[in-house]
């Protein structure tokens, strides 16, 4: 079923990603928010990445967020991704369930009254 005005963009790389390729992770990323109201990275095929690229992907969030888009993880999570997500100390659970996953990794910047959000 297709909802009037919504468009999804969805993105899937393999393997490894990590700073190498963060240029064309973050071109890839500005070229769906550019395209679509929705965009998903499918994490099914990821092997590992690294803290560069989960910085982009947490960028990604807080850009649909600005923009009032959407920004999604989707797909199965293979257990080397969680554990880079782990070591890396941006999300603490043991769930491979990429709603879980989503939880902790895309958390709102805290607001301090009086204050401009800020990261």
Do not use: Y
Not at 28 to 35: H, S
Not at 68 to 81: D, I, M, N, S, W
Not at 96 to 111: C, G, M, S, T
Request: glycine share 6%; aromatic share 8%.
């Amino acid at each position: 079923m297709a909802v009037a005005g919504v468009s999804v963009k969805v993105l899937s790389w393999e393997g490894v990603l990590s700073v190498e390729r963060a240029n064309e992770v973050r071109s890839e990323l500005l070229a769906a928010f550019g395209q679509a109201s929705q965009v998903v990275v499918s994490v099914s095929l990821l092997d590992s990445v690294d803290l560069a690229i989960i910085q982009l992907l947490v960028a990604a969030w807080l850009e649909a967020r600005k923009t009032g888009k959407a920004f999604h993880l989707g797909g199965t999570v293979r257990p080397e991704f969680l554990r880079a997500l782990r070591v890396s100390g941006f999300v603490r659970t043991f769930s491979e369930n990429v709603h879980d996953i989503e939880a902790e990794l895309f958390v709102p910047p805290v607001k301090k009254s009086g204050s401009a959000e800020r990261w």
